[in-house]
T-cell receptor, first 114, second 113 residues
Framework: DAGVIQSPRHEVTEMGQEVTLRCKPI?????LFWYRQTMMRGLELLIY????????DSGMPEDRFSAKMPNASFSTLKIQPSEPRDSAVYFC????????????FGEGSRLTVL | GDSVTQMEGPVTLSEEAFLTINCTYT??????LFWYVQYPGEGLQLLLK?????DKGSNKGFEATYRKETTSFHLEKGSVQVSDSAVYFC????????????FGTGTQLKVEL
């Protein structure tokens, strides 16, 4: 079975540009999470969805960040405009209540904002 | 609020040495506890879990016991290998807390020949 698929794996952009990260969760999973990982702050939960509905977005750092889940098989995380401090690895993860909350992570999208 | 505290890394060991990575937690309810592992360049993956006090989770030679009296979930392995080099994250979920995991800061393990 395919795992969580993220794209792009690497993104280098200039400050002020719009960045869109994409995630395809595992089929049948009803929870989707977006995490950010940096050396300074570790692993931070940005937002999570249940059945495509945002449940908790308290970790979204500011209005420049937005996330959507238009259907059960696709989610995006958008940063507009991007800033150098947004440079990080962004992980998408999915899970299912039936699988006792084990999170399955994608390989991450490494974002560098110059 | 709920939190997880892990020992600072990096932890550097020789192959076949005994490993302990300490993890303690603070929670308002009765959490389930997890250890996740992140190999270089990859996402996190579940290593083991325990859902109630005195449960022992185990996988790939790693073990951790849920100790309610000391609010701890220390990770142990009797004989580490070079291939165990990774970052290890302790995490918790509260019962009734949806699927929102609270992670520790991670502990890097380096195993040398």
């Amino acid at each position: 079975d395919a795992g969580v698929i993220q794209s792009p794996r690497h993104e280098v952009t200039e400050m002020g540009q719009e960045v869109t990260l994409r995630c395809k969760p595992i089929s049948g999973h009803d929870y989707l999470f977006w995490y950010r990982q940096t050396m300074m702050r570790g692993l931070e939960l940005l937002i999570y969805f249940n059945n495509n509905v945002p449940i908790d977005d308290s970790g979204m750092p500011e209005d420049r960040f937005s996330a959507k889940m238009p259907n059960a098989s696709f989610s995006t995380l958008k940063i507009q405009p991007s800033e150098p401090r947004d440079s990080a690895v962004y992980f998408c993860a999915s899970s299912s209540e039936r699988l006792w909350r084990e999170l399955f992570f994608g390989e991450g999208s490494r974002l560098t904002v110059l | 609020g709920d939190s997880v505290t892990q020992m600072e890394g990096p932890v550097t060991l020789s192959e076949e040495a005994f490993l302990t990575i300490n993890c303690t937690y603070t929670a308002t309810g009765y959490p389930s506890l997890f250890w996740y592992v992140q190999y270089p360049g990859e996402g996190l993956q579940l290593l083991l879990k325990a859902t109630k006090a005195d449960d022992k989770g185990s996988n790939k030679g790693f073990e951790a016991t849920y100790r309610k009296e000391t609010t701890s979930f220390h990770l142990e392995k009797g004989s580490v290998q070079v291939s165990d080099s990774a970052v290890y994250f302790c995490a918790l979920i509260l019962t009734g807390g949806g699927n929102k995991l609270t992670f520790g800061t991670g502990t890097q393990l380096k195993v040398e020949l």
